[in-house]
């Protein structure tokens, strides 16, 4: 059964990692009345999709272990916040995406805490446990580590217990067998809750890929088969959104029971290429991930973004030039899929791992002690010193946030840039490597896009089949309306151009 599509597919999303983004009641940590202040700030950033990092309650800072399902943080607030903040974002066209943590628990969870009272306790199949000489008899004592797991060593002890608990992330997130029935049937109910009883628009899914661990992982797709088919049964057209992160080959199989996964063969090319100044034949490799999508799901949405919460941050991955800062937004932004802009990317914020320091404080305004602003992280990169905050960037045309702004506003305007489902690509054949070119294609109105990723400026001669494209819908540095055959792309600049009228015959 392939997932039902939403009616309504956001255009642009925004990631918030809810701690850092907006404090209401001056304890210095985000929480969801403070994301509801901002809704007008998002709404008019052009933003019609949030996802929220995780809002159960947890012993962490970042959330992504909980100890309750079916409860929020109360950190954060209540759920009363929490369907007011439904109720406020519905009201400004945004749907919410709750991030649900399947793959694992916190080791203060209840069901873990039982499982951990024994091997005849009936919730020690919710988790793995194995022998010590059983995990050395399989091979299983370490493991290498991945993109995203430094877990060298995955099985870890309970005082007493004559086996070891899989805890692919760390030890206090012990992984979860779905081998259990009785899981799945109170997975059931945590996916039910959410979408029907409270009334989210859908999930962003945490560590898809590991559902099962290594030596179970062909078992992960019949996971997913489930799962939908309990969205689909619940809540037909609830949004799903994964994070699988593999490369392409590895992630196209999951479409077939989701909506959309998140793009990191692109994330990670679209760095380099930032950095860097080359293309690495990014359209072709695009065409190539499409191919390889569409078999599993013909409505695949494509997930795209620079970073996430799990990233160095784009400002930082580029030293904090503005021109590529700029750039790396014109690319996110112009390509096809439904992109997911990290919070405080549109204003430039910086940070490096490890991980608190890629999740530091939203730069709301030029005071200090900003009531808005979280102080729970001291931080280490965007500060007053490094980063000009929002309210200086809003009244200023050449700033990061003003680029963001009038990109996206391009975007939703423009029909071909704003197609998600069956991605509209075609390749132009650039002179060199260090320029991008490519047609988002249309039945009446495609687009040309040229990216001069060069520190030179750049003069393009379009191509014969190209010459047609002279209206400018957007460029980085000016205000040109109308180019002639070829155009003068100044350093990392970008240009959108629309087709010229046909001249009326006489």
């Known amino acids: 059964m392939q997932p039902a599509l939403p009616k309504f597919i956001p255009r642009v999303c925004y990631e918030i990692f809810v701690r850092s983004f ?46 309750d399902y079916f409860g929020i943080e109360p950190e954060f607030g209540t759920m009363e916040d929490f369907k007011r903040l ?56 370490e493991r290498q580590t991945s993109d995203d797991s430094d877990e060298v060593y995955p099985w ?26 009785a899981l799945k049937n109170e997975l059931e109910k945590i996916i039910t809750f959410w979408l029907t009883e409270v009334g989210i628009d859908g999930f962003r899914l945490d560590a898809a890929r590991h559902i099962y661990p290594i030596w179970e992982k062909e078992k992960n797709h019949d996971f997913w088969k489930f799962f939908n088919e309990v969205v689909q049964k619940v809540k037909p057209g609830a949004f799903t959104v994964a994070e699988v992160w593999a490369e392409t080959w590895e992630v196209a199989p999951y479409l077939q029971n989701l909506n ?65 800062i700029k750039l790396a937004a014109c ?18 914020m910086l940070g490096t791992k490890p991980d608190p320091y890629i999740r530091e404080p939203f730069l709301w305004s030029e005071q200090e002690n900003d009531p808005d602003k979280t102080n729970w992280l001291h931080a280490e990169f965007s500060t007053l010193k490094t980063i000009a905050p929002l309210s200086k960037q809003k009244d200023d045309s ?17 029909p071909a840039l704003a197609q998600v489902i069956n991605p509209n690509l075609e390749e132009v054949e650039s002179l060199d490597n260090e320029i991008i070119a490519f047609v988002r294609t249309h039945e009446t109105d ?29 460029s980085t540095y000016n205000d040109v309306h109308e180019i002639g055959d070829s155009v003068e792309l100044a350093p990392f600049c970008s240009i959108i151009l629309a087709k010229s009228p046909a001249p009326i015959a006489e």
């Open 22 to 67: 907006c404090d209401s009641n001056g304890d210095g940590i985000g929480d969801l009345n403070g994301i509801i202040s901002k809704l007008d700030y998002l709404a008019d950033l052009g933003i019609e999709g949030i996802w929220l990092t995780p809002i159960h309650p947890s012993p962490s800072y970042h959330k992504y272990d909980p100890v």
């Open 86 to 141: 439904l109720s406020e974002a519905r009201k400004r066209n945004i749907v919410v995406y709750l991030d649900l943590i399947v793959n694992h628990s916190s080791t203060f969870h209840p069901w873990f805490l039982e499982a951990s009272k024994g091997t005849s306790n009936p919730y020690r199949n919710f988790y793995w446990w194995l022998s010590p000489q059983k995990i050395e008899e399989l091979g299983l004592a």
């Open 156 to 181: 870890h002890i309970v005082e007493g217990d004559p086996e070891k608990y899989y805890g692919l992330f760390w030890k206090g997130m012990p992984d979860l067998n779905y081998s259990s029935d």
């Open 260 to 324: 959309a996964t998140f793009h990191f063969d692109l994330s990670f090319a679209l760095q380099r290429i930032a950095i860097q100044g080359r293309d690495e034949n990014i359209v072709q490799q695009l065409l190539n991930s499409y191919d390889q999508f569409r078999p599993h799901n013909p409505s695949f949405v494509d997930a795209i973004m620079l970073t996430n919460h799990d990233q160095d941050r784009i400002g930082s991955v580029v030293a904090n030039h503005h021109e590529k």
């Open 331 to 348: 690319l996110l932004l112009t390509l096809p899929g439904q992109p997911y802009i990290y919070y405080g990317e549109e204003i430039g």
């Open 398 to 414: 050449d700033s990061i946030f003003s680029h963001y702004k009038k990109l996206i506003a391009v975007r939703k305007a423009t």
């Open 446 to 474: 495609p687009v040309l896009v040229i990216h001069n990723l060069h520190e030179h400026p750049k003069n393009i001669e379009l191509p014969e089949s190209k010459k047609d494209f002279r209206n400018v819908l957007f």
